[in-house]
């Protein structure tokens, strides 16, 4: 492709990573995803070393996962679906700053057609079979019903295929049900210009305000395939930019027994490897129902880093130093922890803007938005965002496949009012 350099990817190495700076921090480059080979156009199955990337916080890229034919056959779909008036305007139009609408860049091209609309719980028109080629969309969710079964096995997550009803098989297996099951899918459209900030799919339950335990799932594992014609994204942008941690991480990611990851320990010269830092919202205490810790791969031990505490104010708006002098008992542990992604305040921004140690120990990884390429990753653990397009549109198949969350016993702090009353 002209005008890049050529990347090759193994699941024990990276070849060709270019020197890209970024505020003076420890960073790497990535260029994935480009024209799928003929190899690349038969690999439909998940390898080893796909589940390994996922489970290490990193993107696993299948490049030609889709057949050429299905991908021509999504895309006129979606465009038709498009053109016909059926999209809607991206509930994530939020994440656009108003600076980036003053200088172009219109929240509002961003645009979905979903198979279920969570604000009225009923069906989308992507499950729909009388629109469009719906025999189209049948064969790809059935596409994806598989591929779920396959990470289900392949990263010990079990739950993602209980939906609460019985599988159906053979012509009984509809686009309704097989779209109802898998949560959420829907097509994308970014348009020209369109770009979307750095974010991360899922957070920790507590950590969302009062609504956070309303529903019964979360988002487990984040996929997307690209629908687009051959895409050069020197020239065309688009390109789905991650954030993976460079040291390798000495646990699984994204949740532990049911508590989800709210962030790492950095690697240090006495522990050279990333710990996942999990929120057990289940304590019991007067002090608070939240504790955070780590767990060892090997034998699954936790280590515990905190006292007890409330996760609403000390987490739920807080900064990486804050949780480093207030929280965080373990020698072992101190200086070293920081969010998976800090939560969005006009407080948290202004300290991450001014904080020495942000991005440290981060590498930047570009996928290519080619037509038939799988991206897969761990909806917690991997914080991404869409570089802007560039005179063209890009379509996606994308969508997220879900688990149940633990409940906890307690998930707020007494209310002095209340226990006035009862006084």
């Known amino acids: 492709m002209a005008g890049t350099t050529a990347f090759v990817l193994t699941s024990t190495c990276v070849l060709g990573v270019p020197t890209l700076p970024r505020r003076q921090l420890l960073a790497s480059s990535l260029a994935l995803g480009a024209a799928p080979t003929a190899q ?102 059935a596409r994806i019903d598989a591929l779920r079964s396959a990470l289900s096995d392949g990263l010990g997550r079990p739950a993602l295929c209980e939906d609460g009803r019985p599988p159906l098989a053979g012509s009984r297996r509809t686009l309704a049900h097989l779209s109802s099951s898998l949560t959420e899918i829907s097509y994308t459209r970014f348009g ?38 051959p895409w050069d994204p020197a020239v065309d942008g688009g390109a789905l930019r991650t954030f993976p941690r460079i040291a390798p991480p000495a646990s699984p990611v994204g949740a532990h027994a049911g508590n989800v990851q709210v962030g790492w320990l950095r690697a240090s010269v006495a522990d050279p490897v990333e710990r996942a830092v999990f929120l057990d919202s289940s304590r019991a205490g007067e002090r608070g129902n939240c504790a955070l810790y780590t767990v060892e791969r090997a034998n699954g031990l936790r280590t515990v880093l905190s006292r007890n505490f409330w996760a609403r104010p000390l987490l739920y708006q807080s ?60 909806s917690v653990a991997l914080p991404h965002e869409v570089l802007p397009t560039i005179g063209r549109e890009r379509w996606a198949c994308s969508g997220w496949l879900h688990e149940p969350h633990t409940a906890a016993r307690s998930r707020h702090p007494p209310d002095p009012d209340a226990e006035d009353a009862k006084a």
């Not at 957070?203 to 629908?227: D, N």
């Not at 140690?357 to 037509?371: C, F, I, M, Q, S």
């Open 319 to 378: 900064t990486e130093l804050l949780v480093d002098q207030l929280l965080i008992d373990s020698p072992a542990a101190a200086h070293r922890f920081h969010f998976v992604e800090a939560p969005h305040s006009a407080a948290t921004e202004w300290f991450a803007r001014n904080d020495a140690r942000a991005g440290e120990g981060e590498a930047v990884l570009d996928v290519a938005p080619a037509g038939g390429t799988l991206v897969i990753f761990d």
């Open 40 to 141: 690349g156009a038969s690999r439909s199955q998940l390898k080893p070393a796909d589940v390994e990337q996922i489970n290490a916080g990193r993107p696993a890229v299948l490049r030609g996962w889709l057949p050429p034919a299905e991908v021509a056959a999504l895309c006129a779909d979606a465009r038709t679906l498009y053109a016909e008036g059926r999209f809607t305007a991206d509930g994530l139009a939020a994440y656009t700053p108003q600076r980036a609408v003053r200088r172009g860049a219109d929240p509002a091209s961003r645009e979905v057609l979903p198979a279920f609309i969570p604000s009225k719980r009923c069906a989308g028109p992507w499950a729909d079979a009388a629109a469009g080629d719906g025999a189209a969309r049948l064969r790809f969710a």
């Open 192 to 229: 020209p210009g369109a770009r979307l900030r750095r974010h991360v799919d899922e957070h920790h339950e507590e950590l969302k305000g009062q609504g956070g335990w309303r529903r019964p799932t979360r988002r487990s594992v984040s996929w997307l395939v690209y629908l687009n014609a």
